[in-house]
């Protein structure tokens, strides 16, 4: 999305494109902004108003903007391995100086390493270690442990299916997707839209074609239940875990150090 100033200057409006990955992402979870919401309550109330954050595999810096907003004594590091969504995230941030992007594939064990901090206050993470399968999500979390420090927390919010609950899960899907083709009808852009438009951008087009070169078109990861997700952070070395929020289809895990 390009804006035109009057003196011809052309330039990409990166809010406009937070903008509108916000509205398809609310396409999805019409529960989004509630789940933030939570979220930065809970940072609030276990690390207190001026927290280190690592918002991890940020994307376009959707936590990042709201913690900054919720508390502006705040400083975040993003990190990504999206060179689109990455460029998203740094146009809209440039500038500020709470703000550090890290280009880092999380399935290097090395990551880490690459951080301008050892340890975090918080790290924040969402809709996003669905991409992952089951072992590199545990070993994900083991680098996570010990990137938090004690007294810190560890927040996944995303996809959490419990199996064991065939019928509920049918009847939610059911229900969330006829709201979402009804949205559709109504003009929404779902995934594959939104990156077509990002595909059309003169800016963004480079990005989003090393963005599929890397990712292909749709998670292949899997969704473990929060119980799942609980032990395994337990087992790496925190001391307390638990949903403490949950919507139909998604929940918002925290694990306390």
């Known amino acids: 999305m390009t804006i035109t100033t009057g003196t ?17 992402q609310e396409w999805y979870m019409p529960d989004r902004e509630e789940r933030f919401r939570i979220m930065l309550d809970m940072v609030e109330a276990c690390v207190g108003t001026e927290p280190r954050v690592l918002d991890l595999a940020c994307g376009t810096g959707s936590i990042t903007a709201r913690l900054l907003r919720r508390l502006p004594g ?55 270690l669905h ?14 442990a010990g990137l938090v420090r004690p007294g810190g927390v560890f927040m996944n919010a995303d996809h ?7 019928r509920i899960n049918a009847a939610e899907a059911a229900q969330r997707h006829a709201r979402m083709d009804r949205a559709l009808r109504n003009g929404a852009l779902d995934w594959a839209e939104w ?3 990002a595909a059309k951008d003169p800016v963004l087009a480079g990005p989003t074609a090393r963005r599929f070169e890397i990712y292909g078109d749709h998670a292949d990861g899997d969704m473990p239940s929060a119980q799942w997700h609980a032990r395994v952070l337990l087992e790496h ?9 949950c919507s139909p289809s998604d929940t918002l895990l925290l694990a306390l150090k």
């Open 8 to 24: 011809g200057t052309t330039g990409t409006d990166w809010q406009a494109w937070q903008e509108s990955w916000d509205r398809q």
């Open 74 to 128: 705040a400083t975040s590091t993003g990190i990504d391995l999206d060179p689109a969504l990455l460029a998203i995230a740094r146009g809209t941030f440039d500038g500020d100086d709470r703000v550090t992007f890290v280009e880092a594939d999380l399935k290097d064990p090395d990551w880490p390493s690459r951080l301008p901090y050892d340890t975090y206050d918080a790290v924040l993470t969402a809709t996003a």
């Open 195 to 197: 990156w077509q438009l």
């Open 237 to 245: 070395g925190f001391a307390e875990a638990r949903p403490v929020w």
């Open 131 to 144: 991409w992952l399968h089951s072992d590199p999500l545990a070993a994900l979390y083991g680098r996570v």
């Open 160 to 166: 959490m299916i419990d199996e064991t609950t065939p």
